[in-house]
């Protein structure tokens, strides 16, 4: 698999400066406020919430275009408001839900969570929810009606989110606090825009490799001498994904379905793909596989005599459709004999549940 | 249990909002005009419920009975259940509220009065049912179980008191919690029945997160059926698994142990089902939970459910098991079916 590229965005130069001088990145040829030193890249996005979706989306848009085989891991870090005053500034804390304000101060309904928190104490501790917002709050009325909401405040994070999200990926942020929104923090930050880099610097060093690093799941070694093709592996991992679920491992669920059997057998290759996904899913739903089969064998002597049979779609309505293409007197009679013949009461039964089993 | 209060600020003097406050004295508590200002403004996810759990005090408005589905409760009389909470302290794999809120923070209505006036009112409306000895049904717990925070609320005076005077209608209280007390402080009525979801024991460790065991849940049905309060179960929601009629069989063979069968005012019998937004969120909440597995299909009307043969028979099945143990047909019903 081709190695994994981490974006890190940024809104401002200041939180990034630890960051580039710990990598030695280098701007890249294609977007002058992307850095980059081998397969991490530093996007320093600019402030607020449009900003910070346009910049990542280009971004990913690029790599994705580069390197399409690459999976992505996309960070935000930076600085933020604390709305209580029980977070101390300077605490660095991950977030676990993104929420934000629409341009006139209203909650937007759309939010981003990160399932990576542990729910450990320790963890928890640390660990916030945020609300973007489209403006710098400096009144305490927006302050109180944001609050309701979370306990740290930003201008960018949800933006990042969104364009992760677009882009099918999630986002992992980690915000510093610097203020309590409360006043003008702009001097402030910049007399302590070093430390606080390196504080969060600091953090994304201390991270575990991610989970999403490791590689997708793939069939086990057993399945290789046959052909599969993209949605036969698709629908045969998740098979043996819903077995996991019941308690049958892999090795178990191959016995029960007969794989060594099915391998002896002097068919093609493709076929062999096909009987074992149909055993497989009979294993992973037996009742389903026991109604189908009663069902077919039911109207098995009309399919005999040239109808094409199609039970309702869900099975919640009692009818059965048929049809025929009729070329001779021989198989019109044949045809009457068969519906004659045909127990519609037993049929209505089975969709009953009766006889099922 | 919780984090933060948010009240309405005309509730903040009402005898209710401060017993609470009294409970919880070292919680935050923010002053809001309504709840709907706050709660489900955004898209808090479900599990935050499990470190992140905020209450609201709050005045129901808008509609406060509604007409309950079809097969809701036993058929041939009006049905209609009343909006007294928000969301549950539970945690059921299954349960429907993780797709039906945008928050599952915990809302209490306090108003009874008003709800209590609808209450008298729609019975007003049901004159001729009642005339033909019809029961006009009330029930409690659909958006929240009826006793879990009955001790929070005290609200179930209120409602004994209402429908002491109301002998042309019942009360259901839906539950599977454990807390007793404050009913159990209360003289029984005849038409107030409490009534309990139960399945095999094994089937409420898995699924059921954070509820009493089934042996609980018995004894509990045990304490009130001795107290005389008049008691009914739900076989609800029935999940198939391997051995299902051997498990159902030492449920029901254990509920008849511990309660006898006349004493039982009902059992209702309902297969579990998801709208598909409630299954998408159950897929994201449990990724891991056994009815991923399960033989559901997506159908016309966008539930998913088991199939409807299965229905049928995993409904027959027990209803047959039920029969066989000594209950009626008339004890019976099937539940949204």
Same mark, same amino acid.
């Given at each position: ?29 294609f ?8 397969d991490l890249?530093?996007?320093?996005a ?31 870090f930076?600085?933020?408001?604390a709305l209580?005053?029980d ?12 929420y934000?304000?629409d ?11 990160h ?11 640390t660990t ?16 109180e009606?944001?609050r309701?909401f979370?306990?740290l ?9 969104y ?19 409360d006043?003008?923090v702009? @001097? !402030?930050?910049?007399? =302590?825009?070093? &430390?606080?880099?390196?504080?969060l +610097?600091?953090?994304? *060093? #201390? ?5 999403e690093a490791?590689?997708?799941?793939e ?15 698709r629908?045969?991992?998740n098979?043996?994904?819903a077995l ?22 002097e ?20 009742l ?11 109207v ?7 109808? @094409? !049979?199609?039970?309702? =779609?869900?099975? &919640?309505?009692?009818?059965?459709h +048929?049809?025929a293409? *009729? #070329? ?6 044949r ?13 209505v ?5 009766q006889?099922?089993? | ?8 600020k ?21 002053l809001?005009?309504r ?33 309950a ?16 909470a ?8 299954y349960?429907?509220l ?25 019975c007003?409306l ?10 006009i ?13 009955s001790?929070?609320?005290n609200e ?9 005077d ?13 807390n ?12 107030v ?5 139960l ?14 065991p ?10 009130l ?11 609800d ?36 089902r ?5 299954f998408?969120?159950v ?15 997506s159908?016309?009307d966008g ?15 027990i209803?047959?098991?039920c029969?066989k143990?000594?209950?009626?047909e008339?004890q ?6």
């Amino acid at each position: 698999m081709a190695s994994k590229k981490t974006i890190i965005a940024f809104a401002h130069r200041g939180e990034a400066r630890a960051f580039l001088s710990e990598y030695s990145c280098k701007p890249t040829s294609f977007k002058e406020n992307l850095f980059f030193k081998e397969d991490l890249y530093l996007l320093i996005a600019g402030e607020g919430i449009y900003r910070a979706i346009n910049e990542l989306s280009h971004t990913i848009g690029i790599l994705q275009a580069l390197y399409s085989d690459s999976p992505l891991e996309i960070f935000n870090f930076g600085i933020c408001g604390a709305l209580e005053k029980d977070i101390l500034i300077g605490e660095v804390r991950k977030i676990r839900s993104i929420y934000s304000t629409d341009s006139v101060g209203e909650p937007q309904f759309k939010s981003f969570t990160h399932s990576s928190v542990k729910r450990d104490p320790q963890e928890l501790a640390t660990t916030s929810d945020i609300i973007t917002s489209h403006k710098r709050i400096l009144d305490s009325n927006d302050r109180e009606t944001i609050r309701n909401f979370a306990p740290l405040v930003d201008r960018e994070a949800w933006g990042f989110a969104y364009a992760a999200d677009a882009a099918g990926e999630s986002l992992k942020a980690f915000k510093l606090v610097s203020d309590y929104a409360d006043a003008e923090v702009c @001097q !402030v930050v910049k007399e =302590q825009a070093r &430390e606080w880099s390196e504080s969060l +610097l600091e953090t994304y *060093l #201390s991270l575990a490799p991610s989970p999403e690093a490791l590689e997708a799941p793939e069939l086990p070694q057993g399945l290789s001498v046959l052909h599969i093709t993209l949605s036969q592996k698709r629908r045969l991992i998740n098979l043996l994904r819903a077995l996991e679920l019941k308690g049958i491992k892999s090795d178990e669920a191959f016995q029960l379905c007969g794989l060594q059997e099915l391998l002896r057998q002097e068919k093609r290759s493709k076929e062999i793909t096909k009987d074992l996904i149909q055993n497989l899913h009979a294993l992973v739903y037996p009742l389903n596989a026991a109604l189908e089969d009663r069902l077919q064998k039911q109207v098995a002597p009309l399919k005999k005599v040239g109808f @094409q !049979v199609k039970f309702d =779609q869900d099975l &919640e309505r009692e009818i059965l459709h +048929l049809g025929a293409t *009729l #070329s001779s007197v021989d198989q019109i009679q044949r045809i009457q004999a068969a519906l004659g013949e045909f127990d519609f009461e037993q049929y209505v039964r089975l969709l009953r549940g009766q006889d099922v089993h | 249990m919780f984090t933060k209060i948010f009240i309405e600020k005309e509730l903040l003097d009402a005898p209710v909002t401060q017993s609470i406050i009294e409970r919880f004295p070292s919680l935050p508590l923010k002053l809001i005009h309504r709840v709907d200002d706050v709660f489900g403004k955004v898209k808090k996810p479900y599990l935050q419920k499990r470190e992140n759990l905020s209450l609201f005090i709050g005045k129901k408005r808008g509609t406060l009975i509604k007409e309950a589905p079809q097969a809701y409760g036993l058929a041939g009389e009006p049905h209609y259940y009343f909006i007294h909470a928000y969301n549950c302290v539970y945690e059921c794999e299954y349960c429907y509220l993780q797709g039906y809120f945008n928050s599952p923070d915990i809302v209490l209505f306090i108003n009874h009065d008003d709800i209590g006036k609808k209450i008298v009112e729609t019975c007003s409306l049901h004159k001729k049912d009642v005339d033909q000895g019809k029961k006009i049904w009330f029930h409690a717990g659909e958006f929240s179980d009826s006793l879990a925070l009955s001790h929070l609320t005290n609200e179930l005076p209120f409602y004994f008191n209402l429908f002491r005077d109301l002998p042309e209608a019942i009360l259901e209280l839906r539950t599977k919690s454990a807390n007793l007390k404050e009913l159990l402080k209360l003289q029984p009525l005849e038409n107030v029945i409490t009534s309990f979801s139960l399945s095999p024991k094994d089937r409420i460790k898995k699924t059921d997160l954070k509820t009493p065991p089934l042996a609980t849940r018995l004894n509990c049905l045990k304490q009130l059926q001795d107290k005389g309060f008049p008691i009914a179960i739900h076989l609800d929601p029935v999940i198939h698994e391997d051995r299902f009629e051997e498990t159902y069989e030492n449920l029901v063979e254990s509920i008849v142990a511990q309660l006898g069968t006349e004493k039982i005012r009902y059992i209702s019998i309902g297969v579990v089902r998801f709208t598909s937004k409630v299954f998408h969120q159950v897929k994201k909440n449990y990724p891991e939970s056994e009815l991923l597995a399960a033989e559901f299909r997506s159908s016309f009307d966008g539930k998913v459910r088991y199939p409807r043969p299965f229905r049928l028979w995993l409904l027959g099945k027990i209803k047959d098991i039920c029969l066989k143990k000594g209950f009626s047909e008339a004890q019976i019903y099937l539940c949204m079916e």
